[in-house]
Protein backbone atom coordinates (compact mmCIF):
# COMPACT_ATOMS: atom_id res chain seq x y z
CA UNK A 1 0.00 0.00 0.00
CA UNK A 2 1.39 3.18 -0.37
CA UNK A 3 0.51 6.98 -0.61
CA UNK A 4 -1.15 8.16 -3.68
CA UNK A 5 -0.35 11.61 -2.66
CA UNK A 6 3.80 11.06 -2.36
CA UNK A 7 4.15 8.33 -5.26
CA UNK A 8 5.96 10.24 -7.96
CA UNK A 9 5.62 6.66 -10.02
CA UNK A 10 9.37 5.86 -9.80
CA UNK A 11 8.61 1.97 -10.00
CA UNK A 12 11.19 1.14 -6.65
CA UNK A 13 8.55 -0.38 -4.90
CA UNK A 14 7.72 -2.78 -7.19
CA UNK A 15 10.44 -4.90 -7.03
CA UNK A 16 10.58 -4.77 -2.89
CA UNK A 17 6.65 -6.05 -2.55
CA UNK A 18 6.60 -9.59 -1.85
CA UNK A 19 3.51 -10.25 -3.09
CA UNK A 20 3.75 -8.77 -6.35
CA UNK A 21 1.21 -6.55 -5.39
CA UNK A 22 2.67 -2.89 -6.63
CA UNK A 23 2.32 -1.73 -10.19
CA UNK A 24 2.46 1.08 -12.28
CA UNK A 25 -0.62 2.55 -13.28
CA UNK A 26 0.45 2.56 -16.85
CA UNK A 27 0.05 -1.49 -15.95
CA UNK A 28 -2.83 -1.46 -14.78
CA UNK A 29 -5.37 -3.79 -16.16
CA UNK A 30 -9.38 -2.37 -16.44
CA UNK A 31 -10.53 -4.98 -14.28
CA UNK A 32 -8.31 -3.46 -11.61
CA UNK A 33 -8.70 0.22 -11.81
CA UNK A 34 -11.30 -0.15 -8.80
CA UNK A 35 -7.43 -0.58 -6.61
CA UNK A 36 -6.58 2.80 -7.79
CA UNK A 37 -9.02 3.93 -5.40
CA UNK A 38 -9.57 1.60 -3.15
CA UNK A 39 -5.73 2.20 -2.37
CA UNK A 40 -6.07 5.95 -1.71
CA UNK A 41 -8.92 4.74 0.67
CA UNK A 42 -7.34 2.47 2.62
CA UNK A 43 -4.03 4.13 3.05
CA UNK A 44 -5.57 6.64 5.09
CA UNK A 45 -7.05 4.23 7.61
CA UNK A 46 -3.96 1.88 7.72
CA UNK A 47 -1.24 3.88 6.62
CA UNK A 48 2.61 2.33 7.07
CA UNK A 49 2.58 -0.42 9.57
CA UNK A 50 6.54 -0.69 9.74
CA UNK A 51 9.39 1.69 8.43
CA UNK A 52 13.00 -0.06 8.12
Known amino acids: ?3 PDICI ?3 LCAPECTTDAIFQNTEITPD ?3 F ?3 NAKLYTIW ?3 LKL
Open 1 to 3: MSD
Open 9 to 11: GCS
Open 32 to 34: QIE
Open 36 to 38: IEL
Open 47 to 49: RIV
